[in-house]
């Protein structure tokens, strides 16, 4: 696996320093929103979108020193070897007991910005108190669709990522950095 990356955009060091620091200004703006009693039985659902985002969240929600549920949703942007999203589809429901919540939700990278605004306008359906959302890695001036983003991880290059939860064909998603492909690798797999 490792001989097939080609160059590490983030390594794990500045990932995990940068988790931290987005920890505690999630907590932070939940706290002063709520309130510091630290109670908040079933008031926070943080959503986390399957499956690229699993790596980020288990990492994140050990910085969130907040009671929250943890709910979750798949979707699908970049189907088998794709580098480019082909639109996000829902492959899951959304968790129904939204309204009145205040939500997170948190999402591997920013892309076309189809994801999260599907999920954004979904989600304000049910009427939550608030919604804030969350990714790991964006790609400045690349979304087709204008979403409001309120905490960004890094901000990349318009390139294609793996590792640290991305992947590329259901592979990599161990990789414990943010790394790029050998070109290759793609050609290998596509059969190109």
């Not at 109670?39 to 994140?60: K, M, R, W």
């Not at 920013?110 to 990714?135: C, F, H, M, N, Y």
Request: proline share 4%; no cysteine.
């Amino acid at each position: 696996m490792f001989r097939d990356i080609d160059k590490v955009l983030i390594g794990r060091e500045r990932i995990a320093e940068r988790v931290h620091e987005l920890g505690a200004q999630i907590a932070q703006d939940l706290q002063r929103e709520l309130g510091d009693d630290g109670d908040h039985t079933g008031e926070i659902v943080l959503v986390s979108v399957l499956t690229g985002s699993i790596v980020f969240v288990a990492d994140l929600i050990r910085q969130l020193p907040v009671k929250l549920s943890l709910g979750l949703v798949a979707v699908s942007s970049y189907p088998g070897t794709s580098m480019e999203s082909k639109g996000a589809m829902l492959r899951s429901e959304l968790p129904k007991n939204l309204t009145g919540k205040h939500v997170l939700v948190v999402d591997d990278i920013l892309d076309s910005g189809q994801t999260l605004d599907v999920l954004s306008r979904l989600i304000l359906e049910q009427k939550p108190a608030s919604l804030r959302l969350a990714v790991l890695l964006r790609k400045p001036g690349k979304a087709k669709v204008a979403v409001k983003v309120d905490y960004v991880g890094f901000d990349i290059p318009d390139e294609f990522v793996v590792g640290y939860g991305l992947d590329y064909d259901g592979f990599y998603r161990n990789y414990p950095e943010i790394a790029t492909l050998k070109p290759e690798v793609a050609l290998r797999s596509t059969g190109g």
